[in-house]
Structures are given as C-alpha cells and as structure tokens.
C-alpha cells in the first residue's frame, strides 16, 4: 500500500500569493505517476496536473507540477480567488488527504 | 462535452444495501482508453477511490469494501452502477461517478456531482 502525505494541512494565504504545496509518497511511485486535483466546497474534484508535471485541459500555466521518486509538488504562481479550497494528490487508487488552501 | 449523473436513493437503513448508478452523456462508455469508477467522500474527509470498472465488465474493487462491492456497466443504457452490501454508518458519504482515463498512470479526468448517500434508521 503507498501512503500519500500532502504537507501543510492548511495554507493562508492572499490572492496574488505563490502557493507551495507537497505530495510525499511512503514509496517510489512508478512512471512519477502523480496526479493533483482541486476541490471547491459543495463541487467535485477536478484534474489539475497528471504525470507529476503535465497541466490537464484547459489549466491556466499559473499551475505547475514538479517532483520525482517520492517528493513532489504543486505551485501556484499568483493565487486567484477561484484557486483557494482542496487539493489532493493521487497515485492509482490512492489519494493523499489533502492540503486546505484558505484566504488569508 | 462528457458528462456524468449519479442516482439512487439518499438514504439506507443499516444492514440494508446502497445501489447507485451512474449515467453517461455526451460520449463513449466504450473505450480502451478509460475505465469507470466509484470514489467517495465522507463528509468533511477526503477522498476514497472505492472500485473501477471497463465496458467490459473487468472489475478492480479497494480492498476494504471487496467482500461487500458489485460493480456492473449497462453499455447500451451507457450506465455503470454500484452496489453495496450490509451498509453502515461509516459508509455514509458523498459517492462521486468519475471517468479513469488509464494513460501514463491512472487519472479521474471527468466527474459526476456527486449523489448524498446516508445510512440511519
């Protein structure tokens, strides 16, 4: 079983910001096979970054994935207003426990 | 533009069973290329994936619910549905119908909104 472990658990921050998040895995995950995903309250969660570093359709380039092996990482550049909610990670059928991203 | 609805009743009693399906618009249930699945999400928690499966039938169920998961696809209604056994409270959650698109590494790149499944007498 891999272990996703996303760090902080809550981040404040304002709009215009750089955000910095962390994915880090109990093991090397295969192909750097990592997926990030957004949530915001009452909708579901949609697809950000896929293979660690790849924007989904349609994902403004303020979002960019990095990392390898077992550390990774989602940075947004400058926050918008529509940026702030959950983030999770995801490898397979396993998903990290998300990191909150709040107003400051 | 794919799109995916979930139904099914909103509350079970405990023991009893919880049946949802999911519908497909707007594209092929059909595909190599992706499998569909259950993913669930108990109030103010993350997210779990619960079980996929192809137009094929060929099923992956997460360990913990195997023993009590049923997943079925309907192509011609371009359904897939889901069904549990012997529910509890702790089965009570928010159960999301998503698409996997199986490319480098598995991504859920489509959703449903989600269907409010609570379990009480």
């Known amino acids: 079983e891999i272990v996703l472990t996303q760090s902080p658990g809550t981040l404040s921050l304002s709009p215009g910001d750089r955000a910095t998040l962390s994915c880090r895995a109990s093991q090397t995950l295969s192909g750097n096979y990592l997926g990030w995903y957004h949530q915001n309250p009452g909708q579901a969660p949609r697809l950000l970054i896929y293979?660690?570093?790849s924007r989904a359709t349609g994902i403004p380039d303020r979002f960019t994935g990095s990392g390898s092996g077992t550390d990774f990482t989602l940075t947004i550049s400058r926050l918008e207003p529509e940026d702030f909610g959950v983030y999770y990670c995801q490898h397979y059928g396993y998903f990290g426990q998300g990191t909150r991203l709040e107003i400051k | 533009q794919l799109q995916l609805q979930e139904s099914g009743p909103g509350l079970v009693k405990p023991s009893e069973t919880l049946s949802l399906t999911c519908t497909v618009s707007g594209g092929s249930i059909n595909s190599n290329s992706h499998y569909w699945v259950w993913v669930r999400q108990p109030p103010g928690r993350g997210l779990e994936w619960i079980g996929s499966?192809?137009?094929?039938?060929?099923?992956y169920y997460t360990s913990s619910l195997e023993s009590r998961l049923t997943m079925s696809v309907d192509t011609s209604k371009i359904q897939f549905s889901l069904t549990l056994t012997s529910v509890t409270a702790a089965d009570t959650a928010l159960y999301y119908c998503a698409r996997l698109w199986v490319g480098r590494g598995n991504y859920f790149d489509y959703w449903g909104q989600g269907a409010l499944v609570t379990v009480s007498s």
């Open positions: 293979g660690a570093s």
């Open positions: 499966i192809n137009y094929s039938g060929n099923t």
